[in-house]
């Protein structure tokens, strides 16, 4: 089984700042790896697939790297709306989710 | 617009069934391929089931075989997730997410707004 595992679990940020979230998997996943956002209370939304790829609609300050086993999304200037926990998901073989980043604004 | 509604969640007692339905509009169902995920209580994702788009090909989470059965009628554009043996860490929030079509494997770019299931005596 892949394990995907996420740092930091919660990060304090302000508002402006860049925030960056890295996703570890244990062997390497190709750019096979979605990225989700989950507001309380709420179902997830893809915001990157295919490692890098923005999808439809969603904010251009959302973005996403790496390939084989490191990756990273990124916050480039951080808002209120962007309060939520974020689950990285590898989908090569079946599919697994990071244990999630919570993400607090200061 | 897209929709997924889920339905079924109770509270049910241990060793208990429950089935879950969720229904699908706004695409045709019939040619896209399914899944559960579920959320246990200030917990993480986890998938739980997957179901091709004519029903032929399944597959489960270890933790949940041998005990849960996903099916589909696209006739009724539905997906559903029977529970048999259930167990307290079953508890949690079921969605059914939609998979982006194209590939082996893809993503999920649907969610329904999930169900909640409670395993307690």
């Known amino acids: 089984d892949i394990q995907m595992t996420q740092s930091p679990s919660t990060l304090s940020a302000s508002v402006g700042d860049r925030v960056t979230i890295t996703c570890r998997a244990s062997?390497?996943?190709?750019?096979?790896l979605a990225w989700y956002q989950q507001k309380p209370g709420k179902a997830p939304k893809v915001l990157i697939y295919?490692?890098?790829s923005l999808e439809s609609g969603v904010p251009s300050r959302f973005s996403g790297s790496g390939s084989g086993t490191e990756f990273t999304l990124t916050i480039s200037s951080l808002q209120p709306d962007d309060l939520a926990t974020y689950y990285c998901q590898q989908y090569t073989t079946y599919w697994t989710f990071g244990q999630g980043t919570k993400v607090e604004i200061k | 617009e897209v929709q997924l509604v889920e339905s079924g969640g109770d509270l049910v007692q241990p060793g208990g069934s429950l089935r879950l339905s969720c229904a699908a509009s706004g695409f045709t169902f019939s040619s896209y391929e399914m899944n559960w995920v579920r959320q246990a209580p200030g917990k993480g994702l986890e998938w739980v089931s997957y179901i091709g788009r004519s029903g032929s090909t399944i597959y489960y989470a270890d933790s949940v075989k041998g005990r849960f059965t996903i099916s589909r009628d696209n006739a009724k554009n539905s997906l559903y997730l029977q529970m048999n043996s259930l167990r307290a860490e079953d508890t949690a929030v079921y969605y059914c997410?939609?998979?982006?079509?194209?590939?082996?494997?893809?993503?999920?770019?649907?969610w329904g707004q999930g169900t909640l299931v409670t395993v307690s005596s």
């Open positions: 062997q390497s996943i190709s750019n096979w």
């Open positions: 295919k490692a890098s």
């Open positions: 997410a939609r998979e982006k079509s194209g590939g082996d494997w893809n993503y999920f770019d649907y």
